[in-house]
């Protein structure tokens, strides 16, 4: 059996359920926007952000990427970001994407909500119109930040719940579990939101627990440490809980240190619903076509399998039944 080639996992159609916004930022639309509003950068070329990109650990990567992030201070920056993204989706045949963005990075900067999810919401729009690519935004709670600092963000997204399909919790895991947040989870499925949560990526298996069973989560993002748990394992298959998994994340932040010691395809053959996202692909070295490629060269994927993790990321998604329905159309 050949492998799989990069032409073909590029123009199977893909769907991304687990991308930071902020996380899509490349260098060079970094000194763009850093020259644009006049931002000092601790670097003096690309080539230096790029050898900067060495993480041992979630917090060393999350240190550099909230300094990225200081770039970003009016609309238009948000939009160009946003574009930025949706343009390698379409050189990637990717059709439907839900990402995150973390509001408190920037209103904790000065930066107005309502100028961060318009401009992102503005490109998500043009994204659908101009390229066909559907979307669902989803706001994150940064989970080092307080409990009463998210209720303060829910606030401020209230005159935007058109836009907005669920609420997320993301940033530092390790002694942050995902029950701190579980009052404004609760106030926003009040409100009508949906709810994921990051569990399980360097956390105990532990958080996954209570993010289903407290949080009440639709999906788990990145959810790799379930398989410490056997119980978990049959829980996740049983329910079809999707598990939104980002192989190339992981072996960049040494969750795994190869990326033949991944277990997402252990759980795509036991039955666990997982799929195959970026988290912070101008971070991490790929968008969603350099992550199947990690993954076809690492195991010996079939054509089968890349459609199942395909077919697993339309159920999971949050797409209306007629957009699932072309969705699984466009796999046949
Ligand atoms: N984990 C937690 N927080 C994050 C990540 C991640 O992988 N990416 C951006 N924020
Ligand atoms: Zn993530």
Known sequence: MTALTRDWLNSLPKVELHLHLEGSLEPELMFELAGRNKVKLPFSTVEQVRQAYEFSNLQDFLDIYYQGAEVLLVEQDFYDLTWAYLEKCRQQNVVHVEPFFDPQTHTDRGIPFATVIKGISRALTDGQTRFGITSRLIMCFLRHLSEEEAFATLTQAEPFLAQLTAIGLDSSEKGQPPEKFSRVFTRARELG????????????????????????????????????DPKLIAHLIASQM???????????LCVFERMSDHNIMEMLHKGVCVTVNSDDPAYFGGYMTENFVALAQAFEMTEEQARKLVKNSIEASFAGEARKKEMRALLQ
């Open 193 to 228: 939101l949906r709810a994921v949560a990051h569990a399980g990526e360097e956390g105990p298996a532990k958080y996954i627990w209570t993010a289903i069973n407290d949080l009440k989560v639709s999906r788990i993002d990145h959810g790799v440490r379930a398989t410490d």
């Open 242 to 252: 999707p598990l939104t998994v980002c192989p190339l994340s992981n072996t960049k």
